[in-house]
């Protein structure tokens, strides 16, 4: 028999996946204001590096 759990979690993961590839640019724009905190940069002048969201 199937776990009923195991499907529930792994369609939960394939979703935060899909949402994540479908996003990656705000994502990762949001990671880099996170970074950006404490530096002597505004945070919303940062941009993503074209490797972390293509």
Known sequence: ???????????VLVGL???GVR???GIT????QLDAIGSTRSA?????????SH
């Open 29 to 32: 724009r949001f990671h880099e």
């Open 1 to 11: 028999m199937v776990a009923i759990g195991g499907i529930v979690v792994g369609t």
């Open 44 to 52: 919303g002048t940062v941009e993503p590096a074209e490797w972390k």
């Open 17 to 19: 996946g899909l949402l």
């Open 23 to 25: 996003h990656a640019y």
